[in-house]
């Protein structure tokens, strides 16, 4: 499997939004991959490399979102509010478990 090059405009290790995927990224490292986290955090990378996850793994939910609604298109709110729930459940479902497994539980080491 090949990882794409990821960029970040402005790496700041300071900066302590990283979001949810982000978040998770961090998490994920320092509970499966101890050594590369380590190295990581040595090298004052981990939190760049930590945004850029969050921001290519948010570009990615955006676009599976866009096509799950191609695919299922939304139910409008006013005819069925339970029904309009269902279907964001399970877009969100659909789309958060696919970008945990494709784009964030990865051991990247470079932003």
């Not at 990283?18 to 994920?28: I, R, S």
């Not at 190295?39 to 981990?46: F, G, H, M, S, V």
């Amino acid at each position: 499997m090949t990882h794409q090059q990821l960029t970040i405009t402005e790496p700041s290790a300071d900066d302590t939004n990283l979001g949810y995927y982000g978040m998770k990224w961090l998490e994920f490292m320092e509970n499966h991959h101890l050594k590369i986290y380590k190295r990581l955090e040595r090298n004052k990378t981990l939190y760049a490399v930590a945004k850029s996850i969050n921001k290519y793994a948010r570009d990615y939910k955006n676009l599976l979102d866009r096509q799950y609604e191609q695919l299922h298109p939304r139910p409008y709110e006013w005819e069925d509010e339970s029904e309009h729930r269902s279907w964001k459940f399970t877009r969100d479902f659909y789309t958060d478990s696919a970008v945990m497994r494709e784009r964030v539980l990865h051991p990247y080491t470079k932003p």
